[in-house]
């Protein structure tokens, strides 16, 4: 396919590090979906993680194969099949050792709840505008922990982040809304956000 064709010609060129965050923040999904496709196929596992866990909750809706009549499926999803499968249709991909897919298996387990909660909360992302808003923050070994929003969330609608700062360590990090919920007496059981 062209897409294929596509990475086959990015792996040839062998892209620095610049290229390649630029190529995997691009604003095009199939550019985005191309670099996702060089990090699995044309780099060490141990950068997995640290490149593709930012996409995870990514809600952007595609068609794979437009002239199969396959499924819409999610980048987030996308990621999440190259991140646990060991093929891409018919290609076989790198393998990835026992101990790596254990870490990335484990990982995996809260992304459906992330990917929730990221699109409820993107719904109600003005709760989040102003600075010491009580948050928690859920890691992706699914630890909770307290902090204060310290700004406004990123803007758009991809890979939105707040700025927390965190209650005991006064570590402040960009977190995905997707990680953060806004805990209060008033919210339900149900509400993801």
């Given amino acids: 396919s062209m897409f294929i064709t596509c990475v086959f010609r990015l792996l040839q060129l062998r892209l620095t590090e610049a290229q390649l965050k630029s190529l995997i923040n691009n604003r095009s999904l199939w550019a985005r979906l191309a670099g996702f496709m ?3 196929m044309g780099l060490h596992q141990d950068r997995y993680w640290d490149l593709l866990s930012g996409a995870l909750t990514d809600t952007e809706d595609f068609v794979p194969f437009p002239d ?6 999610s980048e987030g999803k996308f990621v999440e099949e190259l991140l646990t499968k060991d093929k891409y ?7 990835i050792t026992t101990a790596t897919r ?4 484990e990982r995996m387990v809260l992304y459906d709840q992330f990917r929730r909660r990221y699109a409820a909360n993107l719904e109600a992302l003005d709760r989040y505008g102003q600075p010491g808003v009580d ?7 699914g630890e909770w922990s307290a902090g204060k929003t310290t700004g406004p969330p990123t803007e758009g609608r991809r890979r939105v982040t707040v ?3 965190f209650s005991g360590s006064g570590e402040e990090q960009d977190v995905c809304i997707g990680m953060l919920i806004s805990p209060s007496s008033s919210a339900s059981s149900r509400d993801l956000t």
């Fill in 163 to 165: 700025p927390v700062k």
């Fill in 102 to 105: 254990r870490l990335i298996s």
């Fill in 38 to 40: 060089y990090v699995r």
């Fill in 89 to 95: 249709c018919d290609i076989s991909l790198p393998r």
């Fill in 135 to 141: 948050v928690e923050v859920c890691n992706v070994t």
């Fill in 68 to 73: 199969r009549n396959s499924e819409v499926m």
